[in-house]
């Protein structure tokens, strides 16, 4: 099984920055805001050897900060796969894969220190404070 926690932990360690486009520039992924269909908040493309991440450019700073996430959430852990590809030529179920990007942004985003000592422990408070309140889900 895929240890999320620990790899992005590795990565914020590395890099010294949670900060989903400063990672991507450092991994060496390219970020580009671009207008695209509404319902899509963003995704993630190799092409000729380079790395892109998409961003729908009309989507709030915040919502665009989580795709980033997202989205390298799928560069790190589903290396070799394109969605598309997945859809079409395997047996696997997207939602995994989507639920794995998910769990790696949540990680990436979620600054537990920060909440301890800024806002007392107060999740829900952190949560919309940090601009993560649509990615919280109660387990």
Not at 35 to 54: A, S, T
Not at 93 to 109: I, S, T, V
Not at 110 to 126: H, I, L, P, T, W
Request: with cysteine; charged share 30%.
């Amino acid at each position: 099984p895929m240890d999320i926690p620990r790899r992005v932990a590795n990565l914020i360690k590395k890099y010294g920055t949670r900060d989903p486009f400063e990672l991507a520039d450092h991994l060496q992924i390219r970020v580009l805001f671009r207008q695209v269909d509404k319902d899509i908040q963003g995704f993630f493309i190799r092409r000729r050897r380079r790395k892109f991440i998409v961003i729908n450019s009309a989507l709030p700073r915040h919502v665009q900060r989580q795709t980033c996430a997202h989205e390298l959430g799928h560069a790190r852990l589903h290396k070799g796969w394109g969605y598309y590809f997945i859809v079409n030529h395997t047996y696997f179920l997207p939602g995994r894969f989507e639920r794995e990007a998910n769990d790696f942004a949540w990680h990436l985003l979620f600054d537990e220190k920060e909440c301890r000592y800024d806002f007392g422990g107060d999740v829900g408070n952190y949560v919309r404070e940090a601009g993560l309140a649509e990615m919280y889900q109660v387990k």
